[in-house]
């Protein structure tokens, strides 16, 4: 798992907080992406970057926005979230998307909006 | 779009009996297949994964796969199970840039 890391571990996050979610990839991968997972629910795919641009957003609420500056750091900036938001945020990279390459994830960061 | 489906909620096995933990996939073309693990509190840890080849692709922790065509199904398996083994288990496709995942089986192993 220190392939891919992510800070903070554990976040608790009031509706009207702004906070930011951090992932760093150790791996020399060129392709990041985050998932959101809930409970009793499948994992759900947020975005996904390829070489620092965005490739895919599943039709995520603007209150999550991603920023991903090089190919190794991917950020999730979070304001004005919902209680219905609380869950595990799961960062992955890989190669270049598209075939069979494996996506490696970080540890998570548990959040809880109260 | 592609999708796998993993029909057991939960698979309880005793300590050194056969774990089996099953998938099944609809994809059009061919399928890109994984299987994760993830221990409470941790994130995803990559198992093994299908793309070409043999169909059966044996990964980490003595786990082992079976790719079958005909049955549309790719179960994860080990001959003999730990309680170490414990854990929360995925199945994924690639479609095209994001894994899509199953919905998790949880196993226990009991000792």
């Known amino acids: 798992e220190t392939g891919v890391t992510q800070t903070p571990r554990h976040l608790v996050m009031g509706m009207t907080n702004k906070k930011s979610l951090k992932c760093e990839q150790h791996l020399g991968h060129n392709a990041m992406y985050w998932y959101k997972q809930s409970a009793k629910k499948p994992l759900e795919l947020m975005f996904v970057y390829s070489l620092e641009e965005r490739v895919e957003n599943n039709s995520v609420p603007s209150r999550f926005s991603p920023e991903c500056p090089n190919s190794s750091h991917l950020f999730l900036h979070l304001h004005t979230l919902q209680p219905e938001d609380s869950a595990l945020y799961l960062c992955a990279s890989s190669l270049l998307p598209g075939s069979g390459e494996t996506q490696y994830f970080g540890p998570g960061t548990r959040l809880l909006v109260l | 779009a592609q999708s796998v489906a993993q029909p057991e909620d939960q698979v309880n096995v005793a300590e050194g009996n056969p774990l089996t933990v099953k998938c099944t996939y609809s994809?059009?073309?061919?399928?890109?297949l994984f299987w994760y693990v993830q221990y409470p509190n941790r994130g995803l840890q990559f198992l093994l994964k299908y793309i070409t080849g043999d169909n059966l692709v044996k990964g980490s922790y003595g786990f082992e796969a079976e790719f079958n065509k005909s049955q549309t199904s790719f179960h994860l398996k080990k001959p003999s199970a730990l309680v170490s083994d414990s854990a929360l288990y995925f199945c994924a496709v690639r479609d095209p840039y994001k894994l899509s995942f199953g919905a998790g089986t949880t196993v226990t192993v009991r000792a």
């Open positions: 994809v059009s073309g061919n399928p890109y």
